[in-house]
């Protein structure tokens, strides 16, 4: 039998996480009607629920989060999840949604150019030009609309905040592991979003059945087993390469709305599918060295 390498893994699971993503834009939508920050709340703590009892699973750490870790964990979590939920409401707000999706689709190349910059390498220049590829892509699966100064410049915070999610967990992942990594900065989300929802004006209510549903696929599927899936490709690529895997969203998102609704995708979709498949294809110029294992790195049931 083939052995299977940690790339070809990280690359199944960066794979993944991002189609799980992109094809959860209908359930998102659904949900969109509820308070955000209730609902956000209520979505991380079931994800909390699940994930903190996997890490008393995981074999111990010699020592507790360290005081740089924590404060990593927490930039994260404020960053990549908290912040970026809500300037993406508001994006959306102000903003079509073709729009938002061709400015956050921009997370590829961002993490192209950053993810060596911060490890202090240089960026392959095959790499980048994947990454454009998928940014351009994306611009074409996505569409094209229009919108105000206030939903650009939110969308352009909902990238950065996309970028700091993959990033950030980076130098976490080595000692801490993709359960702890996941379970720790999705219990942080919770009373930063249960803070909001109580100063907001919005008035909680009891979620219909079909928000419910909602709710419970978002928190299982979309934060429990997508952040697994996503931290554990971050453990085995570098973060430029696992980071081509983002034009999936907007991809899978047309192509399983084009499946929904019996609408076939037009010509301008195909060629950024083309496009990403082609990026995707064209990957890194050598294999990506796996982050360094520690002996008590978690182990991940995927």
């Keep these: 039998m083939p052995v299977t390498t940690p790339r070809a893994t990280g690359t199944l699971q960066a794979a993944a996480a991002m189609t799980l993503l992109g094809c959860s834009t209908g359930v998102t939508a659904t949900f969109s009607s509820y308070p955000v920050a209730a609902g956000q709340a209520l979505r991380y703590a079931l994800a909390a629920a699940i994930l903190l009892p996997l890490v008393r699973r995981q074999p111990r750490l010699a020592t507790r989060p360290t005081p740089r870790e924590l404060g990593l ?35 590829p190349l961002l993490m192209g150019v950053l993810g060596p910059l911060l490890t202090r390498r240089r960026p392959a220049g095959r790499l980048l030009l994947a990454a454009a590829l998928v940014v351009l892509g994306a611009a074409l699966t996505q569409g094209f609309g229009h919108g105000d100064t206030t939903g650009v410049l939110c969308a352009a915070g909902t990238l950065l905040c996309e970028a700091a999610f993959s990033l950030l967990a980076v130098p976490l992942l080595p000692r801490l592991g993709p359960v702890r990594v996941s379970a720790y900065t999705t219990a942080l989300a919770v009373p930063l979003f249960a803070v909001t929802a109580a100063v907001s004006s919005s008035p909680l209510r009891l979620p219909t059945v079909a ?37 999936l969203i907007p991809l899978t998102a047309t192509l399983s709305g084009a499946v929904l609704t019996s609408t076939a995708p037009t010509p301008l979709q195909l060629l950024g599918a083309a496009l990403v498949t082609a990026a995707l294809l064209l990957g890194p110029p050598r294999p990506a060295k796996a982050l360094a294992k520690t002996p008590t790195e978690a182990s991940v049931p995927t």
């Design 73 to 107: 964990l927490l930039a994260l979590s404020a960053t990549g999840l908290f912040a970026f939920n809500l300037l993406l409401v508001t994006a959306l707000r102000h903003t079509d949604p073709a729009v938002v999706g061709s400015i956050v689709g921009g997370t």
């Design 211 to 247: 928000e419910l549903l909602a709710l419970l696929f978002l928190a299982l599927l979309m934060t429990t087993t997508a952040f697994l899936l996503w931290y554990s490709a971050l453990s085995r690529l570098t973060p430029e390469h696992a980071g081509l895997f983002g034009g």
